[in-house]
């Protein structure tokens, strides 16, 4: 068996049990206690104002890569796929806005527009990481499915919030499946491009991010200044930005 079949049985198989494993779990309501972040001081007359403003970067990332599509063409990708990457940095710039938004007024309606944009991001990720490195003719036809499934898990969730019982199983599984995914496929296929170190890096942030946020309060006790949940937008922001200087230097392997 080749190193490629062994990558599909095992996406499969996690596919399946990550499939399994979230549904036994019963519905999944918001943890209000969520919305309670460590760093609530106001500066500038912006309330929890480092949790708003750590967002800019993203917004930053999310134009830059824009540019370098639509302008500047500097940015090395598929073009049959320029669609996936045009909805990946859209939807990185609309995490500023939708996170920024979000912590001016920690609360399940705001928290939609939070969720939103990243299940974009992810989603639009997930289908460009597939294209570049498998040959599967299915690869097409991913951006799309993957974009409304992502959404639809957001909104499933704010209306069974609205019901009395929130279910967040499906937002469960569209924001970490990626997560657990993508390093099986940059491991086990070949990508079309010459360097992969950006998706590692942005992998390696996103898991430093869950760190930072986890640890929110406890950071806050050591730095003073920030807060772990402002770390986190801070590493977050940083492997895109390691993301788009991969893209923009990498090489097409023909």
């Known amino acids: 068996m080749n190193i490629k079949k062994t ?3 095992i996406i499969l198989i996690i ?3 990550a499939i399994i494993g979230v549904m036994m779990l019963g519905p999944v309501s918001q ?3 969520y919305h309670k972040f460590t760093d609530q001081r106001t500066f500038f007359g912006i309330p929890n ?3 708003v403003l750590s967002n800019i970067p993203f917004i930053v990332f999310g134009v830059f890569g824009l540019n370098s599509i639509l302008r500047s063409h500097k940015m090395n ?3 049959e796929k320029k669609t996936a990457y045009i909805v990946f940095f859209a939807g990185i710039s609309m995490i500023a806005v939708g996170s920024g938004y979000y912590h001016l007024s920690p609360d399940n309606g705001t928290l939609v527009w939070d969720r939103l944009p990243m299940t974009i991001a992810f989603m639009a990720l997930l289908s460009i990481i597939i294209s570049e490195f498998t040959d599967s003719h299915i690869n097409k036809y991913t951006l799309w499915p993957f974009i409304f499934i992502g959404i639809f898990s957001v909104v ?8 009395g019982e929130g279910d967040l199983r499906l937002y469960i599984l569209v924001q970490f499946f990626p997560m657990l995914v993508i390093p099986l496929i940059l491991l086990f296929f070949k990508s079309k491009f010459n360097n992969i170190s950006g998706y590692w890096l942005l992998f390696c942030s996103y898991i430093f991010a869950k760190i930072f946020e986890y640890f929110d309060e406890a950071i806050q006790g050591i730095l003073i200044l920030f807060s772990g949940h402002t770390l986190k937008h801070f590493v977050a922001a940083l492997g895109i930005f390691f993301l788009l200087k991969s893209y923009n230097t990498r090489k097409l392997v023909t």
């Open 7 to 9: 990558g599909y049985i």
């Open 15 to 17: 596919t399946f049990f």
């Open 31 to 33: 943890d209000t206690e």
């Open 49 to 51: 104002a480092w949790n």
């Open 77 to 79: 990708i598929l073009n």
């Open 156 to 163: 499933y969730w704010h209306i069974t919030e609205g019901q």
